[in-house]
């Protein structure tokens, strides 16, 4: 099965404080995704990515950068994390973007900002 | 554009018992309609999504048909198991909006012995 690590899992961090979360995928997929899950509005894709070097905009990237350095690795950056950005965080991979796609998700980390 | 509306955020019911959970869409164009299902500390990931053909998809139980004619791809399953307690997300992804994957907001389901 696809596999998706997502590191760290749990992140505390102060307004303002600047964190970078990690993910791995070893599935040789083309497309890797960040979304973001809150109660009441489930899954909002906030970057994604086909290919290393390249970064796609998603429907809430507002106050996130991504970076894909490797077709294996994708990251996730708050520059000045706000409490708003409180949510638990995935990241998923598929190997196109086509008809009925399946999508494979990573275990998640939960970032907090007090 | 595209949407997806689940209207229950949260459904309990009895082992034994029927499940059904509701799910409606809007696309400009014929879309895939996929279920995800997450359980508690764990990844989302496909229950079950809907053929071209307009087979029955089915997956552990679980089945969902589409119907065109009014949007909708309810999962469905004949008897309730406490394991299928989990965040049930319903999905679509259409070329009029290349194919992104849209989530609903997501069902909670409960299941009690």
């Known amino acids: 099965e696809a596999a998706v690590t997502q590191s760290p899992r749990n992140k505390v961090t102060v307004t303002g404080g600047n964190v970078t979360l990690s993910c791995r995928q070893t599935n040789s997929h083309n497309y890797m995704y960040w979304y973001r899950q809150d109660t009441g509005h489930g899954l909002r894709l906030i970057h994604y990515?086909?290919?290393?070097?390249?970064?796609q905009i998603g429907d809430v990237p507002d106050g996130y950068k991504a970076t894909r350095t490797t077709q294996e690795d994708f990251f996730l950056l708050l520059e000045l994390a706000s409490p708003s950005q409180t949510s638990l965080y995935f990241c998923?991979?598929?190997?196109?973007?086509?008809?009925?796609?399946?999508?494979?998700f990573g275990k998640g980390t939960r970032l907090t900002v007090v | 554009g595209d949407s997806v509306t689940q209207t229950e955020g949260l459904v309990t019911l009895t082992e034994g018992l029927p499940v059904m959970l509701n799910c409606t869409y809007q696309s400009t164009y014929s879309p895939f309609l996929f279920w995800y299902v997450q359980h508690l500390n764990e990844a989302p990931k496909l229950l079950l999504k809907s053929f071209t053909d307009n087979k029955r998809p089915e997956h552990q139980g679980f089945h969902a048909t589409l119907h065109k004619s009014s949007s909708s791809f309810h999962l469905q399953k004949s008897s309730a198991q406490l394991s299928d307690s989990a965040l049930y997300y319903c999905?679509?992804?259409?070329?009029?909006?290349?194919?992104?994957?849209?989530f609903g907001s997501g069902t909670q389901l409960t299941v009690m012995p």
């Open positions: 998923a991979s598929s190997g196109d973007r086509g008809r009925g796609t399946e999508v494979f």
């Open positions: 990515s086909y290919g290393a070097g390249n970064l």
């Open positions: 999905a679509l992804s259409a070329s009029s909006g290349s194919w992104q994957l849209i």
